[in-house]
């Protein structure tokens, strides 16, 4: 079946942190550069984090720069974003994507308390 599969996100204080995962099936991983996208409620979605095939390239938002860290596991086919220094304002949906796919995840919800 080809699906991504998002996981971890949660209720946290703000200042805190959280993992995501994303894990991949039916595809050719390796091959696909990967993303996070998020979507807070009344705004369009927005790109986070992107990492190359090989994870040798990454690119971040102006917002979550030196926050945020996105990384990838081929052998488990899993992309992550690990979050930290988490702000309100990062309360959203955050979504998988495939991007050679055009491939997207049902989506885990963040919420940061202040």
């Known amino acids: 079946q080809v699906q991504l599969v998002e996981s971890g996100g949660d209720l946290v204080q703000a200042g805190g942190s959280l993992r995501l995962s994303c894990a991949a099936s039916?595809?050719?991983?390796?091959?696909?550069?990967m993303a996070w996208y998020r979507q807070a409620p009344g705004k369009q979605r927005e790109l986070v984090a992107g990492?190359?095939?090989?994870?040798?390239?990454?690119n971040y938002a102006d917002s979550v720069k030196g926050r945020f860290t996105i990384s990838r596991d081929d052998a488990k086919n899993t992309v992550y974003l690990q979050m930290s220094s988490l702000k309100a304002e990062d309360t959203a949906v955050y979504y998988c994507?495939?991007?050679?796919?055009?491939?997207w995840g049902q989506g885990t919800q963040v919420t940061v308390s202040s």
């Open positions: 994507n495939a991007v050679a796919r055009n491939l």
């Open positions: 990492i190359s095939r090989g994870g040798g390239s990454t």
């Open positions: 039916g595809i050719a991983f390796s091959f696909n550069p």
